[in-house]
């Protein structure tokens, strides 16, 4: 059973940054593409970022180009997600998911067949 955990969420003042890790067990993560969502209250989980299982190519939401920024590391099963210059519409709860088909990475939610349970990241005036 694969299990991907979220940590490093927080409370955090407009400008500042955060780094999310999930960590991802009981499959072989270094097959994975690994994507990163967000859903905040009353809206649809919407697409922030995605890196490829291969080559580490890297997919980002218009709205976080340029703030955030997505890495893996496969030797310890770890996705990482580094937002600076955060905004207060960046609050959410933030899940990273695993997609086993290697197909290419993805911006839908339909392609990820693993999600962690979500951490809550809140943004500051």
């Known amino acids: 059973q694969v299990r991907l955990v979220e940590s490093g969420g927080g409370l955090v003042q407009a400008g500042g940054s955060l780094r999310l890790s999930c960590l991802v067990s009981?499959?072989?993560?270094?097959?994975?593409?690994m994507g990163w969502f967000r859903q905040a209250p009353g809206k649809e989980r919407e697409f922030v970022a995605a890196?490829?299982?291969?080559?580490?190519?890297?997919s980002y939401a218009d709205s976080v180009k340029g703030r955030f920024s997505t890495s893996r590391d496969n030797a310890k099963n770890f996705v990482y997600l580094q937002m600076n210059s955060l905004k207060t519409e960046d609050t959410a709860v933030y899940y990273c998911?695993?997609?086993?088909?290697?197909?290419?990475?993805?911006?839908?939610?339909?392609?990820?067949?693993?999600w962690g349970q979500g951490i809550q990241v809140t943004v500051s005036s």
């Open positions: 009981g499959g072989t993560f270094s097959r994975y593409d």
């Open positions: 998911a695993a997609d086993f088909r290697r197909l290419g990475i993805a911006t839908s939610r339909s392609r990820y067949d693993y």
């Open positions: 890196i490829s299982w291969n080559d580490g190519s890297t």
